[in-house]
């Protein structure tokens, strides 16, 4: 398949993500595909009976180097009061199939829309699954984190209970583990985009921060209006995005364009 955009070290195919992706080679995924049918009036969707199946199809049709990993961007949704339950089985399909659920991380939204069932708090995080096929995938805790004074003890690891209550004075320097948590607004995000769920360039650089880093190649099967390839050419990552719906290819293109300048 001839790609529809090869410039830089990006490069975008239109069409099925199934069908593209053993032709590619990649270090790690990241991506927030469709919530099952969630949005079918606005862009393909899958039914949530088929929802698992049509994960573990596309995940097993990666080409992961040795140690690379894949982050999900999810959330289930409530419906007639009662949490829809695609997410956890796919969750569980995929761990029967041969993947490891590595952790679950979470995008907190300061500035979430007051979504979800009006009856319970206001839905304010997603998940962030993370997945690989190997039960060490290369991994970069520390590239989100802050210079820290407080980053683990230096001595004392048999110190009494009571100390580990009180806290410890004898803590090192250096640069910390990010919190298994980004706190980034859903604000950040170009207002322009004719998507109607555009994902936040910021969260996409957190995740590929979290399992590549410089000159490795980032892929997203589901690539919207391509936030992830923004991201990665601010981060200095290749990257490779696959879109079905060809008005969503154009609109990437266009803010590639752009480039970091949209980031902030």
């Known amino acids: 398949m001839d790609p529809y955009y090869d410039e830089d070290g990006i490069t975008i195919y239109h069409g099925d993500c199934r069908s593209v992706l053993p032709n590619v080679v990649v270090d790690g995924v990241v991506t927030s595909p469709p919530y099952a049918d969630q949005r079918i009036g606005l862009y393909e969707g ?12 596309w995940m097993n049709a990666l080409r992961l180097v040795d140690n690379g990993s894949v982050l999900i961007n999810i959330r289930e949704h409530v419906s007639d ?20 659920e590595m952790d ?17 708090p206001r839905r304010s995080w997603e998940r962030i699954l993370w997945f690989a ?22 001595s004392r690891v048999d110190a009494p209970a009571t100390d580990w209550v009180g806290g410890f004075s004898d803590y090192a320097e250096g640069q ?15 207002k322009y985009i004719d998507h109607p769920a555009v994902f936040p360039e910021k969260v996409a650089a957190w995740m590929l921060r979290t399992i590549t880093t410089e000159q490795d190649v980032v892929c997203d099967p589901f690539m919207g209006s391509g936030s ?28 590639l364009a752009q480039g970091v300048l949209e980031f902030g």
Not at 139 to 147: E, H, V, W
Not at 233 to 246: A, F, M, P, V, W
Not at 247 to 252: P, S
């Open 81 to 100: 009061g009662v949490m829809s339950d695609y997410v956890h089985k796919t969750r569980l399909a995929l761990r029967h199939s041969g993947w490891f």
């Open 46 to 57: 899958i039914p949530e009976s088929e929802y698992p199946s049509f994960t573990i199809e």
């Open 104 to 120: 679950e991380l979470l995008w907190v939204k300061p500035d979430g829309p007051p979504v979800g069932h009006p009856g319970r």
């Open 228 to 255: 992830t390839l923004v991201a990665a050419q601010r981060e200095g990552r290749k990257s490779i995005g696959i879109e079905i719906e060809e008005r969503y290819c154009e609109i990437a293109v266009q803010r």
């Open 176 to 190: 910390s583990r990010s919190p298994d948590y980004c706190f980034i607004s859903v604000g950040d995000r170009p």
């Open 133 to 154: 096929k190997t039960r060490q995938p290369k991994a970069f805790p520390k590239a989100s984190g802050r210079t820290s004074n407080r980053i683990g003890l230096t």
